[in-house]
């Protein structure tokens, strides 16, 4: 099992730029496909960026294709997600998770973190 804690969001004006982090615990983490989500209020969780184990394949949905970017560090047991150019409708809860075999740009995926606010002013 995998416990994930995300930190790193805030308010920001549009057209700016943050950086997330999400730590995970255990010696495993390496063996995990990693994952960032977001939700909006009254809206469902949706698919933002993942990346495989080993870092060599990712994903990004088409919303943030070109604004962001998935990175992770094995040694540190954390994944990343570089978010530029922001907008307003970028406003949601980010939340990081995990899975187990293949990285998939699903919501299919197994240990989830609590999420970390990202506001994007107009």
């Known amino acids: 099992q995998v416990q994930l804690v995300e930190s790193g969001g805030g308010l920001v004006q549009a057209g700016g730029s943050l950086r997330l982090s999400c730590a995970a615990s255990g010696r495993t983490f390496s063996r995990y496909a990693m994952g960032w989500f977001r939700q909006a209020p009254g809206k469902e969780r949706e698919f933002v960026a993942a990346?495989?184990?080993?870092?060599?394949?990712?994903y990004y949905a088409d919303s943030v294709k070109g604004r962001a970017t998935i990175s992770r560090d094995n040694a540190k047991n954390t994944v990343y997600l570089q978010m530029n150019s922001l907008k307003p409708e970028d406003t949601a809860v980010y939340i990081c998770?995990?899975?187990?075999?293949?990285?998939?740009?699903?919501?299919?995926?197994?240990?989830w973190g609590q999420g970390t606010q990202v506001t994007v002013s107009s």
């Open positions: 998770a995990a899975r187990t075999g293949i990285v998939v740009p699903t919501i299919a995926y197994d240990y």
């Open positions: 990346i495989s184990w080993s870092g060599g394949s990712t």
